[in-house]
């Protein structure tokens, strides 16, 4: 299931919300929700770095938000950089 245009702006808001304004546009540009599948979804931000930094502390936070938005159990967050992603269609 791909998350819609406004559940994709729901899920960015919920972040912003949790985390704080400061950190969510430090982090965050560009972010990108994946489908959910299997308890698992791929999201996408700007670069490597930013990648790493949210995996090692800010995977709980995206899997709460995602699943408060979509109604759908997240088990497994896998945060990429865009430059790895793959064309939706939608």
């Known amino acids: 299931m791909l998350p819609s245009m ?9 972040l912003n ?4 304004a400061e950190i969510y546009d430090r982090l965050f540009p560009g972010f990108v929700c994946g489908p959910v599948l299997e308890g698992t979804v791929s999201v996408f931000v700007e670069d490597e770095h930013r990648a790493s930094v949210i995996a090692a502390g800010y995977c709980w936070h995206v899997a709460a938000a995602i699943e408060s938005v979509l109604k759908r159990a997240v ?16």
Do not use: K, T
């Open 17 to 20: 919300f949790m985390l704080g």
């Open 75 to 90: 088990r497994h967050v896998n945060v990429l950089p865009q430059e790895i992603r793959r064309p939706q269609v939608r």
């Open 6 to 14: 406004p559940q994709q702006y729901a899920i960015q808001a919920r």
